[in-house]
């Protein structure tokens, strides 16, 4: 018998080096906290309430002097206090509101309403059919960010980068695995929801319907190539751009006339103009001054007969009553963490945007998540959950918070200026035209050039749809 000694088993231990982020369950209630909307976190704390027999809600008037789990001045026997650090973010401030500013805010000209808890929203529409939907637990938490970045006319209202820092760190996910949970949330009911434009929203409309639909390949080709075209609903002016005949126009533009344009917004209530803001902005002496909804601080605190029971308990009692005395307390150092955040990352934007506050739109200057996060020293990720579904209520009305959020556009001079305020002056043009020779998306370009501002016609027509400005040959047509 021969050994071969290259032939032998190698076996043995190897010590390997790595680094894995892990959350701690305190952080990871923090984050859940902060991406609630007010509506939400109620309904989070009225089920806290009731499962936790450790927590009860302080009466006005009341201080919660045992807050911090001890019991009659003796520190706890069995454990130590969750120390989470969270003491000098304690605000008892809330003072009243100054005249004029109402906890209900009326909302004339921004067309988001908190609508009533009893009816459902688009937002529990979809987050149920996600539910239902086999999502791998990934799958899951992009779909969920998906659904709370739309608008209420069913659009996707941030793009795939800021979906996709939203999910870190807990989620380290690529733009193409978005790209296809995204596909798959688009086919919810209602169908096109989630589209990133129009042109979207129709095509995967019509791709769903029947394959024998009748003329349904060729709806697919005017929505994909003639979609200004078809909005004119011209049907002798696109048979003669696209060679087709006019009774087969005729019959592609009756499939999309059976389409939704916007699919969220039969889940909007419009008897109910109003919304109740998180944040208030309001001028003082040193300038703007930041306060947060007393809302947000519910004044969650422990339930002391509870507490003192932990010294008599035994056993399997005295357990839970522990369990539940860190839950509690993990909780209000939550809220109290959320409501920090809040308020940073709030302050932080009324500072950058202090021209806005003074001069309205056209005074706006460009801002990213990235910068805030900079300046509050946070996680891009956790000024997305901070901003979203929250709204801050100014002088100039009220408007959610990812408002004051505007991409540069470059200008000749060198000093950029956000798409918000160049948005504005387009709207602003576009009101002053003749109203019988209305400007092309050219002649926009050109009138905003002389004005120090870069921008390419596909630009200048992307955001005249994001207005909801027609474009010229429409408008001509209208002031006939």
Excluded at 100 to 110: H, K, L, Q, R, V
Excluded at 232 to 251: K, P, Q, S
Excluded at 273 to 279: C, E, F, I, Q, S
Excluded at 428 to 457: C, T
Aim: aromatic share 6%.
């Amino acid at each position: 018998m021969t050994y071969n000694a290259g032939m032998a088993l190698q076996t043995g231990l190897k010590l390997k080096l790595g680094q894995k982020l892990k959350l701690a369950p305190q952080l990871r209630q923090a984050i859940a906290l902060l991406q609630l909307n007010r509506l939400e976190l109620r309904e989070h704390l009225e089920q806290a309430l009731e499962s936790n027999p450790l927590l009860e809600l302080e009466s006005p008037g009341e201080s919660n002097e045992s807050g911090d789990g001890q019991i009659d001045g003796e520190a706890d026997s069995w454990d130590e206090p969750v120390d989470d650090g969270i003491d000098e973010f304690r605000d008892d401030s809330w003072n009243d509101l100054p005249e004029g500013f109402s906890e209900i805010a009326e909302a004339p000209d921004y067309d988001r309403f908190i609508s009533d808890p009893d009816a459902e929203s688009l937002t529990q529409h979809l987050l149920w059919q996600a539910n239902l939907a086999n999502f791998s637990e990934q799958d899951e938490a992009i779909a969920r960010a998906i659904i709370y970045a739309l608008g209420d006319d069913g659009y996707l209202a941030d793009d795939l980068a800021t979906l996709r820092a939203s999910l870190a760190p807990e989620y380290l996910v690529s733009i193409d695995e978005v790209v296809a949970v995204l596909g798959r949330v688009q086919h919810f009911e209602p169908v096109g929801v989630a589209a990133r434009n129009l042109r979207e929203c129709l095509l995967i409309q019509a791709r769903t319907l029947p394959s024998r639909t009748p003329s349904r390949g060729l709806a697919e080709h005017l929505i994909e190539h003639f979609l200004d075209d078809v909005g004119a609903l011209d049907a002798a002016a696109l048979a003669g751009r696209t060679g087709f005949g006019v009774e087969d126009i005729e019959g592609a533009l009756a499939v999309v006339r059976r389409l939704d344009p916007r699919p969220g917004i039969r889940y909007g209530r419009e008897d109910e103009n109003y919304l109740v803001p998180d944040v208030y902005v309001f001028p003082s002496e040193g300038g703007w001054q930041v306060r947060l909804n007393r809302d947000n601080d519910p004044r969650l605190r422990l339930n002391d007969a509870y507490v003192k029971l932990i010294k008599k308990a035994m056993g399997d009692d005295k357990s839970y009553l522990k369990d539940r005395l860190k839950e509690a307390q993990w909780l209000i150092s939550s809220l109290e963490l959320r409501n920090h955040t809040l308020r940073s990352v709030a302050e932080a934007i009324v500072r950058h945007q202090a021209g806005f506050l003074e001069c309205g739109d056209v005074a706006m200057q460009p801002l990213l998540q990235k910068e805030v996060a900079e300046r509050v020293e946070v996680h891009e990720s956790t000024v997305s959950r901070a901003t979203t579904g929250k709204f801050m209520h100014t002088p100039r009305g009220t408007f959610e918070l990812k408002y004051f959020f505007s991409v540069a556009i470059p200008t000749r001079d060198g000093q950029p200026v956000s798409a918000t305020a160049v948005k504005a002056r387009l709207e602003r043009l576009v009101a002053e035209e003749p109203p019988e020779q209305p400007l092309s998306d050219q002649a926009l370009v050109e009138r905003l050039a002389a004005d120090g501002l870069m921008l390419a016609r596909r630009t200048v027509a992307k955001y005249r749809e994001q207005l909801g400005i027609p474009n010229s040959s429409r408008r001509r047509r209208a002031a006939r």
